[in-house]
């Protein structure tokens, strides 16, 4: 069974830091580029952050640009995604999701999705 599941999400203060971390099970994620994806109470799901199966091309919204890394370790079989100086607006569940080799930016081009993390930011 295909499967991704991700991890690390919680309750943080504004100012905070996360680091989600999404794991492969039933394949190896070697091919596969990573899209990171959220989406909040009653918003539209938004891409966040995404890296090529290589690692050598990543892509940051808008956003969260100079917040967000996103980093791979194919040994490990895990995709990170380092959330620094979070803010209310980064409040959502937060979605891995994996295509073959290159990334695309619309959800709807992944094949396999995790079930998500919720990621609450807040005083």
């Known amino acids: 069974q295909l499967q991704l599941v991700e991890s690390g999400g919680g309750l943080v203060q504004p100012g905070g830091s996360l680091r989600l971390s999404c794991v492969a099970s039933?394949?190896?994620?070697?091919?596969?580029?990573i899209g990171w994806f959220r989406q909040a109470p009653g918003k539209e799901r938004e891409g966040v952050s995404f890296?090529?199966?290589?690692?050598?091309?990543?892509y940051y919204a808008d956003s969260v640009k100079g917040r967000f890394t996103i980093s791979r370790d194919n040994a490990k079989n895990r995709v990170y995604l380092q959330m620094n100086s979070l803010n209310a607006e980064d409040t959502a569940v937060y979605y891995c999701a994996a295509r073959k080799y290159t990334y695309l930016l619309k959800w709807n081009e992944y094949d396999y999705w995790g079930q998500g993390t919720q990621v609450t930011v807040s005083s």
């Open positions: 039933g394949f190896t994620l070697d091919d596969y580029a």
């Open positions: 890296i090529s199966s290589s690692g050598g091309a990543r």
